[in-house]
């Protein structure tokens, strides 16, 4: 690779838009993991009687256990959606830096 062409790939507009969106997905993944892993740690403090308590009164089954399901659950989606949203930005940057004699390196 030569200077020309970072300079080039670094002030294209595509490029740019990219960066800034992957940062944004990034920043708006991981508030989500933190939210809900901060619910779950509340569950040992302030939410204690909460997470302790059982679902129905026939279940021996409390709201922690079933919350922990949730979150397993709920961040496999999550990687599931980040994956997909990620494999398309990559997918359209990869043109753009074919264009610019990068060899699609990311």
């Given at each position: 690779m030569t200077d020309t062409n970072n300079?080039?790939?670094a002030s294209n507009s595509d490029?740019?838009?990219y960066l800034k969106k992957k940062r944004m997905h990034r920043i708006v993944f991981s508030s989500i993991t933190l939210f809900l892993y901060a619910i779950f740690?509340?569950?040992y403090g302030p939410l204690?009687?909460?997470f302790i308590?059982?679902?129905s009164e026939q279940s021996q089954l409390n709201?922690?256990?079933l919350y922990f399901?949730?979150?397993v659950v709920a961040f496999f989606v999550l990687e599931l959606i980040y994956t997909k949203l990620a494999n398309g930005m990559e997918s359209n940057i990869r043109q753009v830096l074919y264009q610019a004699d990068?060899?699609?390196e990311l």
């Open positions: 300079i080039d790939i490029f740019i838009e740690a509340f569950g204690y009687g909460l308590s059982e679902v709201f922690a256990l399901l949730f979150l990068h060899n699609n």
